[in-house]
């Protein structure tokens, strides 16, 4: 969450990450495999290592304020 911050910081806008996954598929679990799925279209690749784990949280924000929980 720091390393969120400081980037919110450093750029002076908010940020979105999307899943490494193209809809539809996998997660992807190394930097090759979300080099595989993306290529370019990234702006820059973090090597973290081998990600195991569960997926992100989806939510869906309306504009009335109203949360919709699209992937747990």
Do not use: C, W
């Not at 979105?16 to 090759?32: F, Q, W, Y």
């Not at 702006?43 to 929980?69: C, E, M, Q």
């Amino acid at each position: 969450m720091v390393n969120q911050i400081v980037m919110v910081q450093y750029l002076g806008r908010d940020t979105v990450a999307l899943s490494a996954n193209p809809e539809g598929l996998p997660p992807a679990t190394t930097i090759d495999a979300a080099r595989a799925y993306f290529g370019d279209r990234a702006d820059f690749y973090r090597d973290g290592g081998v990600r195991n784990g569960k997926p992100s949280t989806l939510i869906a924000l309306a504009h009335n304020g109203t949360v919709t929980i699209l992937r747990p």
